[in-house]
């Protein structure tokens, strides 16, 4: 895959590919973007060997990895729900919709090819907003 992309977060290793189309006023907004797992990546190691998935707890993370891209500090307090609908697989295009809400709330949609792959309602507690990280 030929794309300008960079490495996202220690943790979710996720390619994100430019644009970042972040509308964040204070602490409220919206990041949309696209990732995508390289095959190499550690979490489709074990998971499963020879049906390699994106575990779960990776979609989370890619969307706290997102955020903190934008803001100072952003730590999970909850997961108010995750729906896995469909697996993310190798060197597939991830489609990043996040809404930031005042309270901490995020609403997040995972997609791969127009469909869902993952829903998320978040909560976090995030410090500094947009122009205030270091």
Not at 42 to 57: D, E, K, R, S, V
Not at 98 to 105: F, K, M, P, T, Y
């Amino acid at each position: 895959m030929k794309v300008d992309k960079y490495i996202l977060g220690a943790c979710s290793g996720a390619h994100i590919m430019p644009p970042v189309t972040a509308m964040i006023s204070g602490r409220t907004g919206s990041v949309s973007t696209r990732a995508c797992f390289p095959a190499e990546h550690t979490g489709f190691q074990g998971h499963f060997p020879g049906n390699a998935l994106l575990p779960g707890f990776l979609h989370i993370e890619l969307v706290l990895d997102i955020l903190r891209d934008h803001f100072k500090e952003v730590e999970l307090t909850a997961v108010q729900s995750a729906k896995y609908i469909l697996p993310i697989l190798p060197d597939q295009i991830v489609d990043v919709n996040i809404n930031i809400a005042l309270d901490g709330g995020i609403a997040a949609q995972l997609q791969v090819a127009g469909v869902a792959v993952s829903v998320l309602a978040l909560t976090v507690s995030v410090a500094g907003g947009p122009d205030q990280k270091s």
